[in-house]
């Protein structure tokens, strides 16, 4: 079995700054992607960063020059370094891994148990 466990949220305020953490776990031949969605109340979820391979990185929009998204391969971890947030941040984040498992050697996509994270004003 595979899992996703993450941590690094709570309460900051505006202006503030936290760093989300992803660790995956379990039997994983390779991990394609892993990345960070974030689901405000009565919203769909939306996605905020992604990295492929552990290099390519890619962000919304909303976050472009705020958030940095990095990773420990060794650790099969990821990260998301979140600066100047506002009340818009707040949101539960997911964080989300396209894997290839063992044995069969296929893709799967899993997901974490979502942590909040709650910016004050």
């Known amino acids: 079995q595979v899992q996703l466990v993450e941590s690094g949220g709570g309460l900051v305020q505006a202006g503030g700054s936290l760093r989300l953490s992803c660790t995956a776990s379990?039997?994983?031949?390779?991990?394609?992607?892993m990345g960070w969605y974030r689901q405000a109340p009565g919203t769909q979820r939306e996605l905020v960063a992604v990295?492929?391979?552990?290099?390519?990185?890619n962000y919304a929009d909303s976050v472009q020059g705020r958030f940095l998204i990095s990773t420990n391969n060794a650790k099969n971890t990821v990260y998301l370094q979140m600066n100047s947030l506002t009340p818009e941040d707040t949101a539960v984040y997911y964080c989300?891994?396209?894997?290839?498992?063992?044995?069969?050697?296929?893709?799967?996509?899993?997901w974490g148990q979502g942590t909040l994270v709650t910016v004050s004003s």
């Open positions: 989300d891994a396209s894997l290839v498992v063992t044995p069969s050697y296929t893709n799967r996509e899993l």
């Open positions: 990295i492929t391979n552990g290099a390519t990185t």
């Open positions: 379990g039997s994983i031949f390779k991990i394609n992607a």
